[in-house]
């Protein structure tokens, strides 16, 4: 009986360290090894919103894959662009100031990613759709402002949303 017991605890242990991984963990760079991720265009109201999403893009890149960001698109295997057309944060809560202290964000946009050498789209969605509450206790005004750390999370968030999307469809 405690030969069995021994005998299942190392097969236990010799199956549990086999090495499998989540096959898509890294499909994304498989034959890539450098992308350049255009400025998202802006088509919204929302000033400077496209650069802090555009920021936030190359930064999950860096930390989610092993694809080098490039800032020439002749060092490029792919590249990722993309337009935010539109954005909207409605309030779901309202505080005792009568602002907004919970929103749904909303984003809509258009992303591709292209390999650069022959111009195949690798990934497009032309409707990509961002949601998320976040509870914020600032004005409506003011909440895409740049000052508005809760709009670096919304970044974060979203960045993390599209590249993990383009990994899984691959």
Do not use: W
């Amino acid at each position: 009986m405690l030969k069995r017991f021994a005998l299942l605890i190392m097969l236990s242990a010799t199956v549990s360290s086999c090495g499998y991984k989540v096959a898509s963990q890294n499909r994304m760079d498989q034959g890539f090894r450098s992308i350049l991720v255009r400025p998202l265009e802006n088509r919204t109201t929302q000033i400077e919103v496209d650069q802090i999403l555009t920021r936030a893009l190359s930064r999950e890149v860096v930390q989610s894959t092993s694809l080098r960001v490039v800032n020439s698109e002749s060092q490029a295997d792919v590249i990722l662009a993309g337009e935010i057309t539109s954005l909207r944060a409605s309030p779901i809560t309202i505080g005792r100031s009568a602002f907004g202290s919970t929103f749904l964000v909303t984003l809509h946009l258009r992303v591709e990613l292209n390999e650069r050498e022959t111009g195949r789209v690798v990934f497009s969605q032309n409707d990509y759709i961002f949601r998320e509450q976040y509870v914020i206790n600032v004005d409506v005004e003011n909440f895409f402002s740049e000052l508005n750390p809760a709009l670096d999370r919304i970044a974060r968030d979203f960045a993390s949303s599209v590249v993990t999307t383009i990994r899984e469809s691959f």
